[in-house]
């Protein structure tokens, strides 16, 4: 019997700044790391995994909102068309294949209801806050993850919410 490889993640990952028509921003709690709060992220599954679908799956598993195609959010979902390379974190880098030390992460941002219900993955997050935009940027470990959430405005559609 062949041996078995080592699964390592890939190196291409989203962000989802999952916001309310105030601005406010949801932020998780990470299990894995004390006082580590952010937005969704992820990493993709298998090279073919677009972006796109990496991040419907994400925001799904990690807070149990449907914005998969066919459902009532799947049209709230939108690409920023920007990416951040950024060096992985020590403490994360055995995830990776040996000398892999950056990431590629692709911003989107979903629109949701004030109050909109929560259910998060207790195996990755142990909590979630709602924030003013600017306070979810200060609350934020990740530099790229508070520059995410101070981009806001800029790509927020006029009034009208859903």
């Known amino acids: 019997m062949a041996p078995t490889l080592p699964s390592f993640k890939i190196p291409q990952s989203i962000l989802v700044v999952i916001y309310t028509p105030a601005l406010d921003v949801l932020l998780i709690k990470r299990a894995d790391a004390e006082d580590y709060w952010q937005s969704v992220t992820g990493s993709k599954d298998s090279l073919l995994e677009t972006f796109e679908q990496t991040a419907r799956r994400e925001v799904l598993e990690e807070t149990g909102i449907d914005c998969t195609r066919g459902a009532h959010l799947e049209n709230h979902l939108h690409d920023w068309q ?5 060096e992985i974190y020590p403490r994360w880098r055995h995830r990776y294949a040996p000398g892999v030390v950056h990431n590629t992460e692709h911003l989107f941002g979903l629109q949701v ?46 009034k009208g919410g859903i």
């Open 82 to 86: 920007l990416e951040n390379v950024y």
């Open 113 to 158: 209801p004030a109050g909109m219900a929560i259910t998060l993955s207790p195996r990755e997050h142990t909590a979630f806050q709602w924030l003013p935009y600017q306070q979810a940027a200060q609350a934020c470990f990740s530099p790229s993850n508070a520059e995410a959430c101070l981009m806001l405005p800029r790509f927020v559609a006029p």
